[in-house]
């Protein structure tokens, strides 16, 4: 019980802190200060298997980005689709030259391993990479690039922004914790000089980094979180890029977001596992990075704990012996404990709700508790396959493709052309808009 | 040559840096800071100091209700809380035993389990707090069948209630720094969100007591997990993250207006 509240004491200090800094400091200027500058030949990897619903839609928002397509090349990887994602793909191939599909028909399934394939064929000294349910704005592809005129970055991750955020109650609230984990934990922790956590989409790596730490690990159901550890233990740097936002279809029902949320746990924890020792001994990390690293790759580890204090103090309230509680630094210690820990996380919500202007949405932060309860059971079931697998050797999940729920013609529509109104023009269903998302008045 | 950035033989504008959506940062000056921290040091002390009138306060706002409501008691009675801050009252409400429960408020508890579980199945979003609900009500009824044990006077349960509720108090000015002071722009504002949530914590606590007060008279323990969860924790976080919504959202309308008003400059 003392251990539990230790460690998930610990997580609550961390979430504040990562908030009070996010508040406190301003993102650091001299990335922005590259973009457009910085146009090292990029190839952009898309992942696709059977995405007939998205495809058309990511394609043409890449043809209207404002990259020079002489140094430009998209790579849809076609992944043994059985759709008309083929045909799609194919016809703007067939329209741009910088399209050059790759269409694969056999092999392990799964991201990582289409990723590792179509890497190979990659002519850029880049590799940006966005999901098929992604929507890149115009200038999202220079704004990725930009960070690496610093040799030291090895990969960079921009901003999700979910477009879908009117369909549900959970894309309402899944909106605010994405608000949360990019605006303030993702920008904090590379305000103050920790790794950024490289997400897989929406961001990229540099190709000879990618290949110094051997590539993308086909093994891994969470390649991304891999990547950054491979790369943070190999003294490359994630930079994150906040105005370097791309709009993504959230799940709008909790099975969707269940599965998804538990690919995630059990990647990441499995990630924990095999970087812990390694992060732990590294040389050239300082304690702090250390430290953040193992906190990020083990925060799925907070839920059981919390449940086991549920069930403690269930149990504690049946023993009668239990109420009296006399010792008041005790019983200041566990009242303070149960205030501050359980605002942590919303605590985080709301710096970013606030910094972000979404005024409305953040109205809607105490029905975050649904989904937080939602969350820790998802996340426990998760992790009790996860470990049931590690010991018997089965049960387990395989790479698991995210349902999208988008219909044909339904999509956000990229705007024609960068600047100022060029955010502004993507036909999105929510309260965003360029600057700010339109609640404010 | 990409047509969306031809600009007809004209110097390529820089095209990528458009107005952000966020505020860059927040920043409490050091005076804010310690003001801030000076305040619920302060406000700490107080409550401390105040801390057998405040309860008084409490148990006589509890004591109109439970006249209010027709909730009989047979009297308060002192009762230890924490050395140096007590004496604390607790109501001498009478709280039947397991035997002497109501069919009524049997039949309440299986309903209510069936309400739960079909939310739960309606509703997914709902079906972890739901199922945990489930379970507290499911525990309650065999731990008040099986346990002879498992009982709690109203006294008890009073004094259990100040203990909590008055660290709660001490307390929350602490927490009202992270989430009112300290994002605040203005800092009277963040004090009025404080005294605000503060107030309300206090008057809350007194409705959340007789609601529990009134539950045991008529069902004994029989919802006094749920209720113990539902009204106890969960309920101080929850007006808490209200209250810090509420104050978000002010803020970052007096953020985003002055943010306006300066791009509005020519």
């Known amino acids: ?441 | 040559m990409n047509p969306a950035i031809s600009t007809g033989g004209r110097a390529a504008p820089r095209t990528s840096i458009y107005p952000h959506r966020s505020v860059r940062s927040v920043r409490p000056t050091r005076s804010r800071r310690l003001a801030a921290w000076g305040t619920a040091c302060l406000a700490f002390g107080v409550i401390g100091y105040f801390a057998v009138p405040l309860m008084a306060l409490h148990s006589a706002l509890a004591d109109r209700l439970l006249t209010w409501t027709g909730i009989p008691n047979a009297g308060w009675e002192e009762v230890a809380v924490f050395p140096g801050l007590e004496p604390g009252k607790a109501p001498l409400v009478p709280v039947p035993a397991f035997a002497q429960v109501s069919g009524k408020a049997r039949l309440g508890l299986i309903l209510g389990m069936v309400v739960l579980l079909v939310m739960t199945g309606r509703i997914l979003l709902f079906r972890n707090l739901g199922n945990f609900l489930v379970v507290l009500l499911g525990v309650s009824a065999v731990g008040n069948g099986i346990f002879d044990t498992f009982r709690l006077d109203a006294r008890v349960f009073g004094q259990i209630w100040l203990r909590q509720e008055l660290l709660v108090w001490m307390l929350m000015p602490f927490a009202g720094v992270l989430l009112f002071l300290l994002p605040q722009p203005r800092l009277r504002m963040g004090l009025a969100w404080m005294a605000l949530a503060q107030t309300y914590g206090f008057l809350f606590s007194v409705l959340r007591f007789v609601f529990c007060l009134g539950m045991l008279h008529y069902t004994g323990l029989l919802f006094m997990p749920l209720l113990w969860f539902a009204l106890g924790t969960l309920s101080d976080l929850l007006y808490l993250l209200l209250f810090f919504s509420m104050s978000v959202h002010q803020a970052s309308g007096h953020l985003w207006g002055v943010r306006d008003s300066w791009r509005s400059q020519p």
Not at chain 1, 69 to 82: A, G, K, M, Y
Not at chain 1, 180 to 185: D, E, H, K, L
């Open chain 1, 1 to 441: 019980m003392v251990l539990s509240m230790l460690f998930l004491g610990a997580y609550a200090l961390r979430h504040y802190y990562l908030g009070y800094a996010r508040m406190r400091l301003e993102h650091p200027r001299e990335m922005n200060e590259f973009v457009g500058f910085v146009m090292p030949r990029v190839t952009v990897l898309v992942p696709m298997h059977n995405e007939e619903k998205v495809a058309r839609d990511i394609l043409q928002a890449l043809v209207k980005c404002d990259y020079d397509w002489e140094l430009l090349e998209v790579i849809p990887v076609n992944d043994r689709s059985t759709d008309g994602t083929r045909g799609i793909v194919d016809d703007f191939a067939r329209r741009y030259p910088f399209i050059k599909p790759y269409h694969r028909l056999e092999g392990a399934g799964g991201k990582p391993a289409a990723l590792a394939e179509a890497s190979d064929l990659a002519t850029g000294e880049i590799f940006l990479l966005f999901d098929a349910d992604y929507v890149p704005g115009p200038a999202v592809l220079k704004m990725l690039t930009a960070p690496f005129a610093d040799p030291e970055v090895g990969a960079v991750m921009g901003r999700v922004v979910p477009h879908n955020i009117g369909d549900s109650l959970l894309s309402v609230l899944l909106s605010l914790e994405r608000c949360a984990g990019y605006q303030s934990a993702q920008q904090a922790r590379f305000n103050l000089g920790f790794t950024a956590q490289f997400g897989g989409t929406v961001g990229g790596v540099r190709a000879s980094a990618l290949r110094a730490v051997g590539g993308w690990n086909p093994e891994s159901l969470t390649e991304d979180t891999d990547l950054t550890m491979a790369l943070l233990l190999n003294g490359w740097r994630t930079a994150y890029v906040n105005r370097a936002e791309c709009y993504e279809e959230v799940p709008r029902n909790w099975a969707v977001r269940r599965r998804q949320l538990s690919r995630w746990v059990m990647g990441h924890t499995e990630c924990l596992h095999n970087y812990w020792p390694d992060l732990l001994q590294a040389r050239f990390l300082s304690r702090r990075e250390k430290a953040d690293a193992i906190f990020l790759l083990g925060m799925y580890l907070t839920a059981p704990l919390i449940v086991v204090g549920w069930v403690a103090s269930l149990v504690l309230f049946i023993i009668p012996s239990a109420h009296v509680v006399p010792v008041l630094p005790v019983a200041m210690l566990v009242i303070g404990y149960l205030l501050f820990s359980n605002q942590a996380t919303f605590f985080e919500i709301g710096v970013a709700a606030l910094l972000d202007g979404t005024r409305t949405r953040a109205l809607l932060m105490p029905l975050s508790l649904l989904n937080f309860f939602a969350n820790t059971g998802a996340i426990c079931h998760a992790l009790g396959k996860f470990y049931w697998q590690r010991i018997w050797g089965s049960g387990g999940d395989g790479w698991y493709k995210t349902h999208r729920t988008r219909l044909g013609g339904e999509g956000p529509e990229v705007g024609a052309g960068p600047g100022p109104g060029g955010a502004a023009r993507h036909r999105v269903r929510g309260l965003y808009s360029a600057d700010g998302d339109g609640e404010r008045g």
